[in-house]
């Protein structure tokens, strides 16, 4: 596969532009005054490492099913369509050397694989977008893809790509029930749209409960790491300034998403830290300017509870069940922020009369001995 994205078609800046030049101006005034309820005055949630210490509650994003968040898809979709921007997402740095839209294609390469799926299985996409990302993995896996957006003119790009199916892409909202059967999907995916969650827990028993035993839930979204400051200016405004950016929403230290996870039943039980160097560093580059420190994984065990729980078990293939990648948007916000990247693995019941031991860097046939670190 080639590393040049997808390039937006002359016809689909036409359509772009004659939207936004039919676009009432009562509609324009109120994309206009989106930014401050969203990502301003609303004070977006931020939760801290000491908040985590101290019990406080995480409380999610109060504006995730909102009107104002629905207008603002409707109008920056369409300005980003003339700007060729098919993908509205900053993606984690896989390759330092290549650009924002390349590592866009490296990532989504790189979840692709996570997710182990083929022609016989099916995915969902949560917060799709106009289906770009969709669009990527069906071609890389073979796989059917789903996908659910809260904004319905995006839906209906969607819709008009011939290789997607207009049937499997419909306007919905993670925040409430998925209107889906229980254990229908193979595979879940959701590419930095989880931080409109207004109730994360909630948001993760739904998908806990349409994923198959079995299949894997793979996100990429934001969270804050320990050193973050609310009270320090300079680390709030280097957050809000991201914020209005790359439009998140709730700001949430990991603890949190890592509780959600296990209140809607993926269990988590080692955790190994470890700082890496980015892939493919620069070589003219010296230590004091390196992307050294852009790079953090947090390797981590999740998986579903079983009626016997001795007999849940590791992933055979990575040593782990779950996966958490945190990667800084830029150099100097890696002690700050950095996107949350989760793989989830649900234990099948025919895997759940085996047993495997668990060591670093991969698991191994030990006996009767249950899944430990």
Known sequence: ESMKQKTTTIRSKAVALGRLWTTSEAEFKAFMNTYDPLFIASAPPEYTKDDYDNGVPLQGYKQGSSRELEQYYKIIHLLCTLGSVEKMYMPPVVDVRKSVLENQILFERQMANDLDVGERDTVLDLGCGCGAIAEHVATLSGCTVYGINIEKSQIEKAWENPLLSKDRFTVADFNKPLDFGDNMFDAIYNVQALTYATDLEFTFKEVFRVLKPGGKFVSNDVAALDNYDRENDDHKLMIQHTRELTAFGGFWHHKYWEDAFKNA??????????????????????????????????????????????????????????????????????????????????VPPYERESTTKCVLGGCREDGDQVCTR
């Not at 078990?313 to 890696?334: E, L, N, P, R």
């Open 265 to 346: 039943g993926f269990v988590r039980d080692s955790i190994l830290i470890s700082i890496e160097n980015a892939p493919d560093t620069p070589k003219d580059r010296d230590d004091d300017t390196s992307y050294a420190h852009q790079l953090r994984i947090v390797h981590q065990s999740g998986r579903r509870k079983t009626d016997n729980p001795e007999l849940e078990i590791c992933d055979a293939k990575t040593g782990t069940i779950g996966i958490v990648k945190y990667q800084s948007f830029f150099y100097d916000m890696s002690f700050r922020s950095h996107p949350i990247y989760i793989l989830v693995r649900v």
